[in-house]
C-alpha cells in the first residue's frame, strides 16, 4: 500500500509514526510488607519500537539514585605503567596497519592515532587514542580532547574505501569504561568497516525502505518532525545534530540518539558536523556526571554512499553496576528474552536534558 496525496500526507506519515511506537499500561499488586502489608499498585509500561525492534518495561519504582564511585579501584586494576595506550609502551605494543592501508603503520591526525585492534571483532577493526592521559573524567572529554580522535576516524574511513571498494558500512564505537565493556582504563575509539552493516543497522534501513514506499517520504526527517511535535523526548540540536530520547531505550538508564539531518553518507561529514556532535556530547557527558554515572556504550553508524534509507546517526546508552554487590546492569530479560528494563522514563530523562542544551 502507498499512502500518498497533498494535504493528507504529514498526516498520514504521523499515523505511520504512531503506528511504530507500541505502548501497554499494566498495573500489578501485591501486600507491602514495609507498610503493614496494605495493598500496593506497581504501574510500568511495555513498549514496543517497531523501527528498532526493542521492546522495553518502563519500570520507575525502581530508579535508585547512584553514589559517585570510587574510581581507584579500576585505575589500579589497569594501571598507567602497563597500559599499551600509554606513551611509554604505545610504540612498542600497538599494531601497525600493513603498507598498502597506510605506509606510516598508523593513521595521525594531532593528538590522535588509529591502528588495528589487536583483538579484532571484523576483518577490519581499528582502534583511535585520542589523548596520551591514561584515564579522563567525563568533565574531562571536551570538544577539543575529542575532535581528533573522531576526525582521524574519518580519514581511515577514507582510506579503506580507497584500498576496498566494496565496503559499504561503517561505524564508530566507545565502550567507556569497564562497566560498558571497556578493557583498558585509557579512552579510545573502535572502528569498524565492513561489506554489510550489522543487524540493527540493517533493521533500520529496511523500515525507513518500507516506510518510503508507503508513505513516500524519509523516515529519519519524519522522526524528527514527529519528535519535535510531540514535544516529549526531544531534546535539542546542536548545529545539523538534532537530539531525543528514545521510546524503547536499549538500557537500563535510558538512551540519547542523535541524528545529523540530512547527511546521509560518512564522506558527508565535515570537521563542523564533529564539532557539533561533540558539543552536543559533553552536554551529555555534563549530565550523567551529574547523576554520579561514569560509563556508556556510544555508536555512531554510517553508509559510505549516498542513502537515504539512512541518515548518520547514532546512541548513547548509560551503563552502571548495581550497588553494593556490582550486579550488571543487564540480566535475564535482555540477554535470554531480548527485552530491556529500564527504570527511567525517556520522556523525563528528556525534559532534565532540555535545559543542558
Request: with cysteine.
Amino acid at each position: 500500500m502507498t499512502i500518498r496525496g497533498n494535504g493528507n500526507m504529514m498526516q498520514n506519515s504521523r499515523l505511520l509514526m504512531d503506528s511504530m511506537y507500541g505502548k501497554e499500561l499494566t498495573v500489578g499488586k501485591y501486600l507491602d510488607p514495609f507498610k503493614g502489608f496494605e495493598e500496593k499498585e506497581m504501574h510500568f509500561e511495555t513498549r514496543h519500537d517497531d523501527i528498532t525492534g526493542v521492546t522495553c518495561r518502563i519500570l520507575p519504582g525502581r530508579l535508585r539514585a547512584q553514589v559517585r564511585t570510587d574510581m581507584n579501584p579500576y585505575l589500579e586494576k589497569s594501571p598507567e605503567s602497563a597500559c599499551p595506550f600509554c606513551p611509554d609502551l604505545f610504540d612498542k605494543f600497538t599494531p601497525k596497519f600493513t603498507p598498502d592501508i597506510c605506509r606510516d603503520g598508523k593513521f595521525k591526525r594531532g593528538s590522535a592515532a588509529l591502528f588495528p585492534n589487536a583483538f579484532p571483532h571484523s576483518r577490519f577493526n581499528g582502534v583511535a587514542i585520542f589523548s596520551s592521559k591514561h584515564y579522563l573524567s567525563l568533565p574531562e572529554l571536551s570538544v577539543d580532547v575529542m575532535r581528533d580522535g573522531f576526525l582521524v576516524c574519518l580519514d581511515y574511513f577514507s582510506r579503506m574505501k580507497d584500498v576496498f571498494s566494496l565496503l559499504d558500512f561503517c561505524s564508530i564505537n566507545w565502550n567507556y569504561m569497564p562497566p560498558a565493556g571497556g578493557g583498558l582504563i585509557h579512552p579510545h575509539l573502535q572502528t569498524v568497516v565492513a561489506e554489510a552493516p550489522t543487524n540493527l543497522v540493517k533493521k533500520m534501513c529496511e523500515k525507513a525502505k518500507n516506510y518510503h514506499d508507503m508513505a513516500g517520504r524519509n523516515l529519519w526527517r519524519d522522526i524528527m518532525d514527529y519528535e519535535k511535535e510531540k514535544d516529549e523526548r526531544y531534546i535539542g540540536k546542536t548545529g545539523a545534530v538534532e537530539w531525543m530520547t528514545c521510546f524503547a531505550p536499549r538500557g537500563m538508564l535510558g538512551e540519547i540518539r542523535f541524528i545529523f539531518d540530512g547527511k546521509t553518507s560518512i564522506g558527508s561529514l565535515n570537521q563542523d558536523d564533529i564539532g557539533d556532535l561533540l558539543s552536543g556530547l559533553c552536554r551529555i557527558f555534563g549530565y550523567l556526571d551529574a547523576k554520579n554515572l561514569f560509563s556508556f556504550n556510544l555508536g555512531l553508524y554510517a553508509t559510505f554512499a549516498e542513502n537515504d534509507h539512512l541518515y548518520v546517526q547514532g546512541r548513547v546508552v548509560p551503563r552502571f553496576v548495581l550497588q553494593p554487590l556490582g550486579t550488571s546492569d543487564s540480566n535475564y530479560f535482555e540477554k535470554i528474552h531480548d527485552e530491556i528494563i529500564c527504570p527511567v522514563v525517556p520522556e523525563e530523562q528528556c525534559r532534565e536534558l532540555r535545559d543542558l542544551f
